[in-house]
């Protein structure tokens, strides 16, 4: 069945229609909002909230063009936004490695990858939010410059700039992180 | 470092995700939920509308009670100000004919007031007369006159 259809039906009440969508598509908006809140607890309540309000409003979406993510990404974008606007006091980042932890079954790939995502996260968390945005829909959740265009209102030609430049960033600060990193190892060597 | 190694190592956040336990209960806990449209969003329109058509109703009555509505509006009207400018002339113009009627007239009462013979306090000679009268009186009265004499000598 296509997404339009499955969204149609949705769109009637459908909740078994309802429920695809949330299965397509809770990982990448978790994923989004985690970037930005950094906290667990808190990204989970926050997609619980857009998913919540994705459906409360469904009847009201209509398609112009533009996919279904991008406008669960507007949703998300705007909870976000509100999240900040009520309360500002959220920086709880300790939980991402226990998290990455608790999905591995190997003790030392687990250890492994939650050390290789930390570095990645701790500089992604350096960038912009635009940028941050932008690396992530694009190489993590695969978007195409387009949904990322009307996700975060910007033209694509400013996507691919945003998007290049970011990935300059990201080199710099990883080799930085390593070059720190090796100065570490050797001092403690 | 390369733009491959970048990426590979961006596609590592894809192993940040929801507890599936998160997952499962927000799920069944948003589809348990009635999508209910809500009724107010549906009516917002009309209450905007009503109240806009009410403000309105009220705006052109308090204009129509006032009578100061159509002055108001013509003033702005190029047309309306023509019709004013010309009904001004006009009126000056009428006020001056009466001005000059009655002028006219104020003039002809007085030259008739002048030639008519019953207006004697402007002619010479009966003033001249009154003149001789008074002299006359002032000549005196002797009883008073030697009063007079008796109280001051």
């Known amino acids: 069945m296509k997404e339009s259809e499955i969204i149609k039906s949705a769109k009637r009440g459908d909740s078994e229609a309802f429920g695809r969508l949330y299965d397509q598509y809770v990982s990448q908006i978790y994923r989004f909002i985690y970037f930005r809140v950094s906290s667990k607890t808190d990204a989970e309540d926050l997609t619980h909230q857009v998913f919540l309000k994705a459906w409360k409003s469904l009847k009201r979406y209509k398609e112009k063009g533009h996919p279904f993510s991008s406008w669960l990404y507007r949703i998300a974008q705007n909870t976000v936004v509100d999240f900040y606007r009520t309360s500002r006091s959220h920086q709880d980042i300790e939980t991402l490695p226990e998290q990455v932890l608790s999905e591995n079954p190997n003790i030392e790939d687990r250890v ?22 932008v690396l992530l829909m694009k ?18 030609g400013a996507i691919r700039v945003i998007q290049h430049r970011a990935l300059k960033q990201v080199r710099d600060l990883l080799e930085n992180h390593g070059e720190e990193g090796n100065h570490t190892t050797t001092r403690e060597a | 470092m390369e733009k491959k190694e970048i990426i590979q190592q961006l596609e590592k956040l894809k192993s940040i995700e929801p507890h599936w336990e998160f997952q499962d209960s927000s799920k069944r ?17 009309l209450y905007m509308g009503s109240f806009a058509a009410l403000a309105l109703v009220i705006g052109l009555s308090i204009i129509l009670i006032s009578g100061g509505g159509s002055s108001a509006y013509a003033s702005l009207d190029m047309g309306d100000i023509k019709d004013e400018l010309e009904e001004l002339t006009i009126s000056i113009e009428l006020e001056e004919i009466a001005y000059s009627e009655s002028l006219n007239e104020a003039v002809a009462v007085a030259l008739q007031e002048i030639s008519n013979d019953s207006l004697r306090h402007l002619n010479t000679e009966l003033l001249l007369t009154e003149q001789e009268k008074f002299l006359f009186e002032e000549e005196g ?13």
Not at chain 1, 147 to 155: N, Y
């Open chain 1, 139 to 156: 190489f993590v959740d695969h978007l195409s410059n387009k949904e990322i265009s009307v996700t975060l209102e910007k033209s694509e």
């Open chain 1, 112 to 133: 492994d990858q939650s050390i290789e995502v930390e570095r990645i996260h701790s500089v992604i968390r350096q960038l912009d939010e635009t940028s941050q945005s």
């Open chain 2, 29 to 45: 806990s948003i589809l348990a939920s009635s999508q209910s449209f809500s009724l107010l969003s549906l009516w917002r329109p």
């Open chain 2, 141 to 153: 009265n002797p009883e008073i006159d030697e009063l007079l004499n008796t109280v001051l000598f």
